[in-house]
């Protein structure tokens, strides 16, 4: 018999009120041996999922240590979306 089980978190982070199918998911992942740690998250919920990430470093009982929550919070943070740019046609008066 295998007595082999993968821990498996996965772990989500979404502002109420908006319905699943119309909001974009961001996925985070950490493979660590047998463990999986999985976090979704919206835009909305950056600060809740950072402090889940925490929560698991502090964690005693997991393998989920202070350098993976240090990689995966930068991985959020880097993923902020960045504001569009507005884009401006020629100057009427330039065409000629």
Same mark, same amino acid.
């Given at each position: !018999?295998?007595?082999?089980?993968? +821990?498996?978190?996965?772990?989500?982070?979404l502002?109420?009120?908006?319905? !699943? $199918? =119309?909001?974009?998911?961001?996925?985070?992942?950490?493979?660590?041996? =047998?463990? +999986?740690?999985? @976090?979704?998250?919206?835009?909305?919920?950056?600060?809740?999922?950072?402090?889940?990430? $925490?929560?698991?470093?502090?964690?005693?009982?997991? =393998? @989920? =240590?202070w350098?993976?929550? $240090?990689?995966?919070?930068?991985k959020?943070?880097?993923?902020?979306?960045?504001? +569009? +740019?507005?884009? @401006?046609?020629?100057?009427?008066?330039?065409?000629?």
């Open positions: !018999m295998n007595d082999w089980c993968p +821990r498996v978190a996965v772990v989500t982070a502002a109420p009120g908006i319905p !699943m $199918a =119309s909001r974009d998911i961001n996925v985070i992942a950490l493979v660590k041996g =047998s463990e +999986r740690y999985v @976090f979704l998250y919206d835009d909305d919920s950056r600060d809740q999922v950072l402090e889940t990430i $925490a929560k698991h470093a502090a964690n005693p009982d997991l =393998s @989920f =240590s350098y993976d929550a $240090a990689v995966l919070g930068q959020v943070r880097l993923n902020t979306p960045q504001p +569009r +740019r507005l884009r @401006f046609g020629p100057r009427a008066d330039r065409l000629a």
